[in-house]
C-alpha cells in the first residue's frame, strides 16, 4: 500500500519545517549577538586574565567548567548552555593551550550529564513525554537515568584524567 503526499500535507510540512528552521535561525543571530556584545564589552579578556590568575591548571579549570555546565544542564537545553558558556570559556582553554578537540568532548559530556540529572534535566521530561504509560512516574524516569548518568561521569571523569582516551584515535 503506497501512501501519497497530498498538496496539503506538503504545505503543512513545509510550514512546519519554516517554524522550526526560523527558531534555529533565531537562536544562531541572538548566539552571535551575545559573542559580539561580550567581545566588546572585552569580558571575555577579564574572565580569561581572572583564571589565569587564579593558577588552578588546565585540569582545575576544566572540573570547574565541567561543574558549572552540569548544573547549567538542570535547568536549560544543550544549545543554550554551550551557547552561553562557550564565548566565555574558549579564550581561557586557548590561553591554557588545552586540544580544543577534547575540551569539545568534555563540554558534550558534562552537557549531557546535566541534561539527566534533577530537578529539571531536560532529558528525563523527554523520556517522560514519550512514556504511553501513565503508571510510570517522573521519579521512576529519573532513578532509570541515575545509573546511566553515573556511568557518564566515570567517562568523564577518566576522560579529564587521561586525554588520551578521548584523543587517541585522531
Given at each position: 500500500?503506497?501512501?501519497?503526499?497530498?498538496?496539503?500535507?506538503?504545505?503543512?510540512?513545509?510550514?512546519?519545517?519554516?517554524?522550526?528552521?526560523?527558531?534555529?535561525?533565531?537562536?544562531?543571530?541572538?548566539?552571535?549577538?551575545?559573542?559580539?556584545?561580550?567581545?566588546?564589552?572585552?569580558?571575555?579578556?577579564?574572565?580569561?586574565?581572572?583564571?589565569?590568575?587564579?593558577?588552578?591548571?588546565?585540569?582545575?579549570?576544566?572540573?570547574?567548567?565541567?561543574?558549572?555546565?552540569?548544573?547549567?544542564?538542570?535547568?536549560?537545553?544543550?544549545?543554550?548552555?554551550?551557547?552561553?558558556?562557550?564565548?566565555?570559556?574558549?579564550?581561557?582553554?586557548?590561553?591554557?593551550?588545552?586540544?580544543?578537540?577534547?575540551?569539545?568532548?568534555?563540554?558534550?559530556?558534562?552537557?549531557?550529564?546535566?541534561?539527566?540529572?534533577?530537578?529539571?534535566?531536560?532529558?528525563?521530561?523527554?523520556?517522560?513525554?514519550?512514556?504511553?504509560?501513565?503508571?510510570?512516574?517522573l521519579g521512576d524516569v529519573?532513578?532509570?537515568?541515575?545509573?546511566?548518568?553515573?556511568?557518564?561521569?566515570?567517562?568523564?571523569?577518566?576522560?579529564?584524567?587521561?586525554?588520551?582516551?578521548?584523543?587517541?584515535?585522531?
Amino acid at each position: 500500500m503506497k501512501r501519497r503526499i497530498t498538496a496539503r500535507v506538503l504545505w503543512q510540512v513545509t510550514l512546519e519545517t519554516g517554524h522550526i528552521t526560523a527558531s534555529i535561525c533565531f537562536l544562531i543571530i541572538a548566539a552571535t549577538m551575545y559573542s559580539r556584545f561580550l567581545a566588546l564589552s572585552g569580558l571575555p579578556t577579564f574572565v580569561t586574565e581572572w583564571a589565569i590568575a587564579q593558577d588552578l591548571g588546565i585540569t582545575g579549570f576544566v572540573l570547574l567548567y565541567c561543574l558549572i555546565l552540569i548544573l547549567l544542564g538542570t535547568i536549560l537545553d544543550s544549545s543554550s548552555i554551550m551557547l552561553i558558556t562557550l564565548p566565555l570559556v574558549l579564550p581561557i582553554a586557548i590561553a591554557l593551550q588545552i586540544d580544543l578537540i577534547w575540551f569539545g568532548i568534555v563540554t558534550v559530556l558534562a552537557v549531557e550529564i546535566g541534561l539527566l540529572t534533577p530537578p529539571l534535566g531536560l532529558s528525563v521530561y523527554v523520556i517522560k513525554g514519550a512514556l504511553d504509560d501513565p503508571t510510570i512516574t517522573l521519579g521512576d524516569v529519573f532513578k532509570g537515568a541515575l545509573p546511566f548518568a553515573a556511568i557518564m561521569v566515570l567517562v568523564l571523569i577518566l576522560i579529564v584524567a587521561l586525554p588520551s582516551i578521548a584523543t587517541g584515535l585522531l
